[in-house]
């Protein structure tokens, strides 16, 4: 069996510090690293202070003491004076598609997790697939709301049938809709799976209209993370387990996720943590046409 060499579900944050009037918004890797780039724009340009962390590798930047997925308190103001705002991250590209991503059990796990706070609202930022964007359509966004959120903020759905969606979107909104919470996706058209700034740019106008804030938006502001490029290549690289590779030791990580209940009212200083690891199977590579 395979050495645990990535522990999957260990977050620490102080979730008192998260209620009823606190937005929580979010980005991950994914087409184009739309949700990412948005939310390290947030964390480069605006006033943040780290509240919560996963991962097993950590830094100092700006002051900030960070992980691969950070949690931030976001200082910003909106038109109701008591709203606040958390940001949740990964700070490194962190794959969500493809055969060295993060399982989808660890998106449902994440989603819960989240969702678990029982914040004001949420809203995650994130790429859709598309081969040709049409530079002339200024409708570079489209809007994924749940039932809920349209029912507190009036926001109607854009977004069009018969298309698919990956990753910790399809589980924030899957999850956000059968627990009746106020989850809102905002995906930008992309053309490719490497940055697009474009893409990001639009997406992040598009969040400041939907929250009344001033985010910088004049241009993107990426982060920097070259300091990191060793612990990068160690966080995403599997050789080195592909002789030992075990189909079992998958089964019993799916089985240990699908039975993590998620309690959704629970209020906890130190999130479930258990050590669980996974392994992948770089004979069996995705291909990513069919995310198309």
């Not at 991250?89 to 493809?98: A, F, H, K, Y």
């Not at 989603?111 to 809203?123: C, D, G, I, P």
């Amino acid at each position: 069996m395979k050495e645990n060499w990535l522990f999957l579900n260990q977050m620490s944050i102080n979730t008192d510090l998260i209620d009823s009037n606190t937005t929580v918004i979010l980005g991950f890797s994914g087409y184009g690293s739309v949700g990412t780039t948005v939310l390290n724009h947030i964390v480069e340009r605006l006033r943040v202070e780290s509240i919560g962390f996963w991962g097993t590798i950590s830094w100092f930047h700006k002051g900030n003491l960070e992980t691969p997925i950070t949690i931030y308190n976001l200082d910003a103001k909106s038109n109701d004076s008591d709203e606040k705002f958390v940001l949740v991250t990964s700070r490194l590209p962190i794959p969500v598609v493809g055969y060295n991503a993060l399982p989808d059990a660890f998106w449902k796990w994440l989603s819960q997790e989240l969702l678990s706070w029982n914040a004001k609202r949420y809203v995650i930022i994130g790429g859709l697939r598309e081969d040709v964007r049409n530079n002339s359509d200024d409708s570079w966004t489209t809007l994924i709301p749940t039932k809920k959120y349209t029912e507190i903020y009036n926001t109607k759905r854009t977004f069009k049938d018969d298309l698919s969606i990956k990753g910790p979107i399809s589980f924030l909104l899957t999850e956000g809709t059968a627990y009746n919470l106020p989850v809102l996706g905002i995906l930008s058209y992309c053309n490719t799976y490497d940055i697009d700034l474009d893409a990001a740019l639009m997406a992040l106008k598009d969040l400041e209209k939907q929250l009344g804030l001033n985010l910088k938006s004049s241009e993107i502001e990426e982060f920097d993370f070259s300091f990191l490029e060793n612990q990068i290549e160690f966080f995403q690289d599997d050789s080195d387990f592909e002789e030992d590779y075990d189909p079992e030791f998958d089964n019993e990580y799916d089985e240990e996720y699908e039975s993590y209940d998620g309690k959704r009212n629970s209020k906890n200083q130190n999130s479930y943590d258990d050590n669980s690891s996974f392994s992948l199977d770089k004979t069996n590579k995705d291909d990513l046409n069919k995310y198309r």
